[in-house]
């Protein structure tokens, strides 16, 4: 079969996409980039906003229109709460809930392979990597969660926890190694409870990767702050593992936290920010925080707003609340008007604008080792490559045309601010470009690593 793969959400879709993607690899099927060339298309859907269903219809609308012959899949977690919306409405040949997740290629190839499909594209030992041309790979350690947060579907949409073993998680790591990814981020659900249906626990998980593979770079993606014990930040003393944590707040006052049925006070929360920082002093700390939750009155929004700029968070991923049928917090009375929502999230954005900008000030005139994962034309001639620092701050390096630096970790002195509010601007001294492999300098343009077209996003928040 050929088949194209879609998705929209977290880096938990995003590491199914590509579990996925190698799989039907290993038996044979072909990766296309676009619809209009496939059999099959699978899209791995996303519910954390109400406002993901009409991108849905949008997109599947599309997918007729171009190519009418193909079968559509759905999976994820809008398939999981309105499978009849899909399947009925919508055209959608086979829906695939969260629960069968891991069985998807092979109900796909017994719900949809037609006789005239080819059995075997490519032999199983020539299979590439899904994330050929891609620096960093999403690893899936665990799936559904154990708390209640009043807004979220995910948890009622994702079930049970069901945690990968850590000998699973090692094996695909050393492949993903031996492939040439040069670093891996830990995502599921609810990360920072893996492993308490095998006995075992984040940390152990953390230690064995480390200690059994020869992963350059190891982070974590989001982990909910009441699940790390006090020694939790003991484990940066091993410097593969990135010094970057998301740790979503949703509010600063207590009192809305209540309301969302989270677990961690700001008193606990700012605890946890100090122990950070003073063991790992490079440590950049993220954030969530959902502005015009109900009920939330003036002096509580300026109770959040006065807690963020104590954090002086790194970067803030700023939802405005909506509500989502089936959540508790849906019932609540005493909605924000749309109005004030806006303006407060218009404030709170002109904060993480400045204090992004004083953490970027804070490492000027350092020289830290930076990932390289795209380029760019640079108007003056050369390139523009883009990476990141293990506190995961992005950095724009010009270099000469015929330097490739893509997957690449290289020593970079950070010498200023892009144009680019997200980025900032460094350099690598001439004497290490010198010393690239010649084909890597070799010629007029720079040996290019293929990106992969294979994944792509339909939206992401």
């Not at 308490?196 to 480390?210: E, N, P, V, Y």
């Not at 946890?272 to 009155?297: C, H, Y």
């Not at 407060?344 to 994962?373: D, I, W, Y």
Request: proline share 6%; glycine share 8%.
């Amino acid at each position: 079969m050929r088949v194209h793969l879609e998705m929209l959400g977290c880096r938990l879709n995003e590491a199914e996409i590509a579990t996925w993607g190698r799989q039907f690899q290993a038996q044979g099927d072909e990766l296309v980039g676009n619809v209009q060339d496939a059999d099959v298309v699978v899209l791995n859907t996303c519910a954390v906003t109400a406002e993901a269903g009409r991108k849905y219809r949008n997109w599947l609308k599309r997918v007729q229109k171009y190519n009418p012959e193909t079968r559509l899949v759905a999976t994820g977690c809008y398939a999981t709460l309105a499978p009849e919306k899909l399947a009925e409405g919508l055209g959608v040949d086979l829906v695939i809930p969260n629960d069968q997740k891991d069985e998807l290629v092979s109900l796909i190839q017994r719900g949809l392979r037609t006789q005239d499909m080819p059995k075997r594209a490519v032999e199983p030992d020539a299979v590439p990597l899904f994330r050929r041309g891609r620096t960093r790979s999403f690893i899936k350690v665990q799936d559904g969660c154990r708390n209640k947060c009043s807004f979220c579907i995910v948890t009622v949409v994702r079930g049970d926890e069901k945690s990968r073993t850590i000998s699973d998680i090692v094996e695909e790591i050393n492949h993903l190694v031996a492939e040439g990814v040069q670093e891996a981020v830990l995502t599921g659900v609810h990360v920072g409870g893996y492993g308490a249906d095998l006995g075992q626990t984040l940390s152990d998980l953390i230690r064995a990767i480390l200690n059994d593979t020869a992963l350059p770079r190891l982070r974590l993606a989001s982990v909910e702050p009441w699940d790390l014990p006090n020694d939790f930040f003991t484990l940066w003393t091993n410097e593969r593992l990135m010094p970057h944590i998301h740790l979503p707040l949703q509010s600063g006052c207590n009192s809305v936290l209540k309301r969302m049925s989270r677990r961690c006070s700001t008193e606990r929360y700012k605890e946890l920010v100090t122990q950070a920082r003073a063991t790992v002093p490079s440590m950049n700390i993220t954030t969530d925080i959902i502005v015009g939750f109900p009920g939330e009155t003036e002096e509580e929004w300026e109770a959040t707003f006065k807690f963020a700029k104590e954090m002086a968070f790194q970067h803030m991923h700023i939802f405005t609340y909506s509500p989502r049928e089936g959540t508790r917090a849906a019932r609540l009375p005493h909605r924000v008007p749309g109005p004030v929502q806006k303006a407060r999230s218009q404030q709170l954005h002109g904060l993480g604008q400045v204090m992004k900008r004083q953490a970027f000030e804070a490492c000027l005139n350092q020289t830290v080792p930076v990932l390289f994962e795209s380029s760019r034309p640079a108007q003056e001639g050369g390139l523009v490559f883009s990476g990141y620092t293990p506190n995961y701050f992005k950095v724009e390096v010009a270099v000469p045309a015929a330097i490739d630096l893509h997957n690449q970790i290289e020593p970079v002195a950070l010498t200023g601010l892009s144009r680019d509010p997200s980025a900032m601007t460094g350099q690598i001294k001439l004497e290490r470009l010198e010393q690239l492999p010649p084909q890597q300098t070799g010629g007029s343009a720079p040996k290019r690593h293929p990106k992969s077209t294979l994944l792509h996003v339909v939206g992401q928040h």
